[in-house]
């Protein structure tokens, strides 16, 4: 009987080559149906479509014209191929380039920055940044207290031209930021109508980047609301205008006029519907 067996020796070699590609092979087989790829992969999937005109066809492929003499097709064969990739990320979720969530609730503002003007305590400071970002959404940042500009000083009155600090603070506002709040302690005033020098809660750019209110006559004929209250909603109040929102005649809206009177801000308690609605929160 004849030894067809081959000599270990032999067989060795073989075998090593063959061990030697296999990681090479597992690679290209596809992981096992319903296992993600792990951290940080990338898979991409590619669906192709194929379409093919025969030389010598019968009859053109559906919705085609048929050849001008009536008889079969002579064109070379001809192949369209459609390829369309899907990638996914390594969590097995969409490629994502969808845009970011918005920065507040107010499209194309972000941060208003809070100026101190002068000695301003703490808990004023932190009373306007709260309102700001529970009204608006925005990041707020306080800046380091300045001195009020001896420019916008009213020697006759003894107060602050309120129009002369917001010129002050226009150029004031941070990179980054979007708006500018100038918050004080000491009395302000503009011109109103035939009145050379009115004294004021606040003044604001309507739209612009500045706004300045005081808590002087937040503190003046206190009743129920206390001083704080006032200050934040003077807040919402001057800052609103900045976004484009004029006085409201809705009573008891947070951009009702005030007239130059606390009182009257003791009644304003919401950001009525116009006012929703000119800000884009409401169709």
Known sequence: MRDVSVPLL?????????????PALLALVPPACGRSPGPGATTTTSTTTTTSTNVGAAEPPQGASPPDDGGPSDSPTTTTTTTTTTTTNGDGGQAQDAAAEPCSHVPGVCCVAVQPL?????????????????????????LDPVELPQSAW???RQRWRA?????????RVP????RIAGLTTKDISTTKGDVEDWGILG???????AC?????????????????ERLRRVAIHEVGHTLGLPHCPTYGCFLEDAGGKAETIDRETFLCDVC???LGWIE
Request: hydrophobic share 40%.
């Open 10 to 22: 032999r067989i060795a070699p073989v075998r090593a080559a063959v061990f030697r590609f296999v």
């Open 276 to 278: 929703r609605e000119r």
């Open 154 to 156: 009213y020697e006759p």
């Open 163 to 171: 129009e002369l600090l917001n010129d002050f603070l226009r150029g």
């Open 203 to 209: 003044l604001a750019d309507m739209p612009g980047p």
């Open 118 to 142: 002068g000695d301003v305590p703490a808990e004023e400071v932190e009373a306007v940044a709260g309102a700001l970002r529970e009204m608006y959404g925005f990041e707020v940042r306080v």
């Open 212 to 228: 300045v209110f005081s808590t002087y006559r937040c503190r003046r004929k206190v009743h129920e609301v206390p001083p704080l």
């Open 175 to 178: 990179e980054g930021c979007d």
